[in-house]
């Protein structure tokens, strides 16, 4: 069971340049999420999917777009590079609020992305 | 709105000491409430949850947190540290019901000295 898996873990960009970072969940969850994390600032949402063709913006929403064509994936675009979007991003996934695992999220690894 | 704070971006320990982390919360609704740990170069995994059942609520590796609404704390405790618990802690709170987006605190990196 691979649980929430994401491609690629690096990446190095340079400003302008475009890039799509990919999310794969096989646990058959509704609610998919992309967090960025930065040096103190926590996780911060960036955008989030309840569901196979919906998209919401999160707390940071400005510079990315999200797919959620399939419901094991979700996709985070980013169509114009900048240095502020040099950061690690996870993505999660979650059952939402059903069942005994309400709220709780399931995390991959991360993508390190570098803008230069 | 919700909202977390986790008081002390760096805690150190003595291997054998009491850890405790702070976290307090806002939240408009009846919260949830997580612990999750982030060790070197890893996602997160979750630690602990309270969703209104019991206040003391016990996780994995040794840890607990007790629910306080009159402090608005969910503050995390483990009576001995071991060296494995070196990592990065997150406090999070989610509305619960409808509310599934969980908001997190700025973290607290634990160091356990030998």
């Known amino acids: 069971n691979a649980g929430v898996t994401q491609t690629p873990k690096f990446r190095v960009l340079k400003t302008g340049q475009s890039m799509t970072l990919l999310c794969a969940q096989d646990?058959?969850?509704?609610?998919m999420y992309w967090y960025r994390q930065d040096p103190g600032m926590g996780l911060r949402l960036i955008h989030y999917?309840?569901?196979?063709?919906?998209?919401a913006k999160g707390e940071v929403p400005d510079g990315y777009n999200v797919s959620r064509l399939k419901k094991q994936n979700f996709l985070l675009g980013l169509e114009s590079a900048a240095p502020s979007q040099t950061s690690v991003y996870f993505c999660a996934s979650s059952y939402g609020n059903r069942g005994p695992n309400t709220g709780e999220l399931f995390f991959g690894e991360g993508s390190r992305l570098t803008v230069l | 709105a919700q909202s977390v704070t986790q008081l002390g971006s760096h805690v150190s320990v003595s291997e054998g000491a009491l850890v405790l982390l702070r976290c307090n919360y806002s939240s408009s609704v009846p919260p949830y409430l997580f612990w999750y740990v982030q060790y070197p170069n890893q996602g997160l995994q979750l630690l602990l949850k309270?969703?209104?059942?019991?206040?003391l609520v016990k996780g994995i590796n040794g840890f607990e947190a007790e629910f306080k609404k009159s402090e608005t704390s969910f503050h995390l405790t483990k009576p001995s540290a071991h060296m494995s618990d070196a990592a990065e802690y997150f406090c999070?709170?989610?509305?619960?019901?409808?509310?599934?987006?969980?908001?997190f605190g700025k973290g607290t990196l634990l160091t356990v000295n030998p």
């Open positions: 309270y969703t209104s059942a019991a206040t």
């Open positions: 646990m058959n969850h509704e609610y």
């Open positions: 999917s309840v569901g196979e063709g919906t998209t």
């Open positions: 999070a709170v989610s509305g619960g019901g409808s509310n599934y987006k969980l908001t």
